[in-house]
């Protein structure tokens, strides 16, 4: 398992170009098993052992993957000749569930392992079974195994009872096949959702509405191949949006979608950044010692669950006290006691993080726990006083392509080392 080194105290400058969106290729790496005919290619894959792991679940099926130099993926789905995720795979990667949905709706059938909680949270997928249910599948859980069947889905009118990323993703594609209407309510919104709606009409689904709480899904009898070119990262782009700020300095984020970032801008612009904007790029300048801010985290389009680490760690060195309220996952604060270890004046209390801003950090060995916490440890280790070690930088492997090579391009005293 490696090590990061960082030896903080320098402003970063200089730009840096996002790579895809992690949460926008994983669900269409499983919708690639839908067509019946063609196959699905897609271009600007981030390198990212989440990525890895999905084309590993996919090949074992029996979709044949080929990836060339640029990351561009194509996938085959015409010989799979089973529908089964095994433990060994999925509880290295919760949004192996994703597969649930395309096996049911494209083969009537799919075994998925469990996924199991992880550090931030239990992870229930309740509300992703009984919205299939709803559509006619037989779900039985037992020794680990959601086994589902289903001659073929039948469009239903879904309510979520809350707000699930995936359980919407699930079930749009599980109702592009069905038949007749599926309307979903209180759907997630995140544009990593309109950009899979967007992939699976130009496969011949019919979705309207996304981007929106209320999506229709009219199933159709057969989908076929096509090309896409994911989303830019919006969180990524956010890590390194708090890199400029953290270390203040000059940074230009380039390939992203500045509108998918409001509300990290909005609050960073609070913080006292100087934020200027092109229609693919954003350019963070921090002149000052950050100003606490207060978060709250929630469903897209507000402060997102996956950038509270990182701005917990802004915080931690802002001037003043500020609180980071996490409404979204019941444990997501394991970042908290290693950045304690650097310094940070923090107290947890349920689901809120209350920080005193202290003038500077000071390195310390740390360990990541999950991948965002990870990232605000890097954030830390830019800013602190000293060489920082992070150990298991696997979690951050999994969502951040190349980290530490984009971070050196913008000045970083960062590495990598075998333990
Ligand atoms: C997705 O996870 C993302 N993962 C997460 O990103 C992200 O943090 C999360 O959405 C929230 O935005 C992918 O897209 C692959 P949820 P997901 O279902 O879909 C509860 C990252 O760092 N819930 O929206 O698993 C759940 O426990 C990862 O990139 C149920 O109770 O999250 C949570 O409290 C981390 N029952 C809340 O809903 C269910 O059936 C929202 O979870 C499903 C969810």
Same mark, same amino acid.
């Given at each position: 398992?490696?090590?990061?080194?960082?030896?903080?105290?320098?402003?970063?400058?200089?730009?840096?170009?996002?790579?895809?969106?992690?949460?926008?290729?994983?669900?269409?790496?499983?919708?690639?098993?839908m067509p019946t005919t063609g196959v699905v290619q897609l271009e600007n894959v981030p390198h990212?052992?989440?990525?890895?792991?999905?084309?590993?679940?996919?090949?074992?099926?029996?979709?044949?993957?080929?990836?060339?130099?640029?990351?561009?993926?194509?996938?085959?789905?015409?010989?799979?000749?089973?529908?089964?995720?095994?433990?060994?795979?999925?509880?290295?990667?919760?949004?192996?569930?994703?597969?649930?949905?395309?096996?049911?709706?494209?083969?009537?059938?799919?075994?998925?392992?469990?996924?199991?909680?992880?550090?931030?949270?239990?992870?229930?997928?309740?509300?992703?079974?009984?919205?299939?249910?709803?559509?006619?599948?037989?779900?039985?859980?037992?020794?680990?195994?959601?086994?589902?069947?289903?001659?073929?889905?039948?469009?239903?009118?879904?309510?979520?009872?809350?707000?699930?990323?995936?359980?919407?993703?699930?079930?749009?594609?599980?109702?592009?096949?069905?038949?007749?209407?599926?309307?979903?309510?209180?759907?997630?919104?995140?544009?990593?959702?309109?950009?899979?709606?967007?992939?699976?009409?130009?496969?011949?689904?019919?979705?309207?509405?996304?981007?929106?709480?209320?999506?229709?899904?009219?199933?159709?009898?057969?989908?076929?191949?096509?090309?896409?070119?994911?989303?830019?990262?919006?969180?990524?782009?956010?890590?390194?949006?708090?890199?400029?700020?953290?270390?203040?300095?000059?940074?230009?984020?380039?390939?992203?979608?500045?509108?998918?970032?409001?509300?990290?801008?909005?609050? *960073? +612009?609070? =913080? /006292?950044?100087?934020?200027?904007? $092109?229609?693919?790029?954003? &350019? %963070?300048?921090?002149?000052? #010692?950050?100003?606490?801010?207060?978060?709250?985290?929630?469903?897209?389009?507000?402060?997102?669950?996956?950038?509270?680490?990182?701005?917990?760690?802004?915080?931690?060195?802002?001037?003043?006290?500020?609180?980071?309220?996490?409404?979204?996952?019941?444990?997501?604060?394991?970042?908290?006691?290693?950045?304690?270890?650097?310094?940070?004046?923090?107290?947890?209390?349920?689901?809120?993080?209350?920080?005193?801003?202290?003038?500077?950090?000071?390195?310390?060995?740390?360990?990541?726990?999950?991948?965002?916490?990870?990232?605000? *440890? +890097?954030? =830390? /280790?830019?800013?602190?006083?000293? $060489?920082?070690?992070?150990? &298991? %930088?696997?979690?951050?492997? #999994?969502?951040?392509?190349?980290?530490?090579?984009?971070?050196?391009?913008?000045?970083?005293?960062?590495?990598?080392?075998?333990?």
């Amino acid at each position: 398992m490696d090590k990061l080194l960082i030896q903080g105290g320098q402003s970063l400058s200089g730009s840096v170009k996002i790579s895809g969106a992690k949460n926008s290729v994983l669900p269409m790496l499983c919708a690639s098993v839908m067509p019946t005919t063609g196959v699905v290619q897609l271009e600007n894959v981030p390198h990212l052992q989440d990525v890895t792991t999905t084309t590993r679940l996919l090949t074992q099926m029996g979709v044949s993957v080929t990836m060339d130099e640029f990351m561009n993926i194509s996938l085959d789905p015409s010989a799979i000749d089973n529908f089964y995720a095994p433990y060994d795979l999925v509880k290295t990667m919760r949004s192996s569930i994703l597969v649930l949905g395309p096996l049911l709706s494209r083969f009537g059938e799919a075994k998925v392992s469990l996924p199991g909680g992880c550090a931030i949270g239990l992870r229930p997928v309740d509300m992703h079974l009984k919205a299939l249910k709803k559509m006619g599948a037989e779900i039985k859980v037992e020794r680990g195994y959601i086994t589902a069947r289903s001659k073929r889905l039948v469009g239903a009118n879904i309510t979520f009872e809350k707000k699930t990323v995936t359980g919407t993703e699930n079930i749009i594609m599980a109702a592009s096949l069905a038949k007749g209407l599926t309307k979903i309510s209180n759907a997630a919104n995140e544009p990593e959702i309109s950009d899979l709606c967007l992939f699976l009409n130009k496969m011949g689904a019919k979705i309207s509405g996304y981007g929106t709480d209320m999506i229709e899904i009219d199933g159709v009898d057969a989908l076929k191949g096509t090309k896409h070119k994911p989303l830019p990262d919006r969180i990524e782009a956010g890590t390194f949006m708090i890199a400029a700020a953290i270390t203040r300095g000059d940074v230009e984020i380039n390939n992203i979608v500045p509108k998918h970032s409001y509300a990290v801008i909005e609050k *960073l +612009i609070e =913080a /006292g950044a100087e934020i200027t904007s $092109t229609d693919n790029s954003i &350019r %963070v300048k921090m002149r000052q #010692r950050p100003k606490a801010v207060d978060i709250e985290t929630n469903a897209y389009p507000y402060f997102p669950t996956d950038m509270q680490a990182q701005m917990t760690a802004l915080n931690s060195v802002a001037k003043g006290d500020s609180y980071v309220r996490e409404n979204i996952f019941e444990n997501r604060f394991m970042h908290v006691q290693e950045l304690e270890r650097m310094g940070a004046l923090i107290k947890v209390d349920d689901n809120t993080a209350t920080i005193s801003g202290t003038k500077k950090l000071l390195a310390a060995p740390v360990m990541a726990t999950d991948l965002r916490a990870s990232a605000s *440890l +890097i954030l =830390a /280790g830019l800013a602190a006083e000293g $060489t920082t070690e992070i150990a &298991r %930088v696997y979690h951050i492997d #999994r969502g951040y392509d190349c980290i530490e090579e984009k971070l050196q391009l913008i000045g970083a005293r960062i590495s990598r080392k075998p333990m």
